[in-house]
């Protein structure tokens, strides 16, 4: 079978197709990036609170006994 010529208005199509392709994948790599940043630092508070707060307990009920 001989493969058809697309005209102007196809390869218009299929380059919009594309891009629009290529842009909603680069928005879906971005939103995940924001995501994995987000998890890090609420990871980080919390590991910076579960140090912390024994520490101060300590520190604060050790010196009245």
Excluded: H, N, W, Y
Excluded at 43 to 65: D, E, K, N, R, Y
């Amino acid at each position: 079978m001989a493969k058809q010529k697309m005209t102007a208005k196809q390869r218009d199509e299929r380059l919009k197709g594309a891009q629009e392709r290529e842009r909603r994948a680069e928005e879906k790599a971005a939103a995940a990036q924001r995501t994995k940043k987000i998890f890090t630092v609420v990871v980080c508070v919390i590991l910076v609170l579960a140090l912390a707060l024994p520490t101060m307990g300590l520190a604060l009920f050790g010196a009245s006994a």
